[in-house]
């Protein structure tokens, strides 16, 4: 994978409540796209001890955070999802839509949890999208965690409130698996 990923709070924050964050830059050297509406969101009083943990991986160049300019071509796309959508869509977080606006003007991939939200715009921009899980995934399969120390980070996660989509890591991976088998 070497397009940018731009996160959305959900699916960055998962790894930021577990003080996993640094996978993601290991993971995704340079890659790693932090929009700045989702920055703002990390600046609320209740989650400053996420932001720090972001604030140190920009002072040491792991990630990078995006604005979305007003007089921009991906301001379009972030007003329409948050302000004015299309109609039978639904207005989605800034966070969500920072994401999928930036992904869509850069050629990204939207990094997101929320697929009930986002699976529409998805599809309708044509975009590449990954999800805590899949990112899980990606570390196991690329040898930077093992399977045992998944479960660990899925738990922790888990213990977050964080939704995965399997009781464990090894069973994600088992799913996974079999999907594969069946396509």
């Known amino acids: 994978m070497t397009d940018l990923l731009f996160f959305d709070t959900d699916c960055l ?5 577990v003080r996993n964050e640094c ?15 989702v920055y703002t969101e990390l600046c ?19 990630v990078l955070i995006q604005d979305i300019d007003i ?15 299309a109609k039978g869509h639904k207005i989605i977080g800034n966070g969500e839509a920072a994401s999928i606006s930036l992904a869509r003007r850069y050629g990204g991939i939207v990094a997101s949890n929320n697929l009930r ?21 990606d570390a196991y399969n690329r040898g930077i ?15 977050k409130r ?8 090894t069973e994600y991976l088992k ?4 999907h594969l088998d069946s396509s």
Do not use: C
């Open 13 to 17: 924050s998962a790894f930021l409540w």
């Open 23 to 37: 996978l993601l830059p290991q993971l995704y050297p340079g890659k790693v796209v932090i929009p700045k509406p």
């Open 44 to 62: 609320r009083p209740n989650t400053t001890h996420l932001k720090k943990r972001v604030d140190v991986l920009l002072g040491q160049k792991l």
């Open 71 to 85: 007089d921009s071509e991906e301001y379009g796309t972030y007003y329409q999802l948050t302000e004015a959508p």
């Open 117 to 137: 939200d986002i699976q529409v715009y998805i599809s309708e921009f044509g975009l590449r999208h990954t999800t805590t899980s899949d990112i899980l995934v």
């Open 145 to 159: 965690i093992t399977e045992t120390e998944g479960n660990g980070i899925w738990s922790s996660m888990l213990a």
């Open 162 to 169: 964080r939704r995965l989509g399997a009781a464990s890591f």
């Open 175 to 178: 799913r996974k698996h079999n």
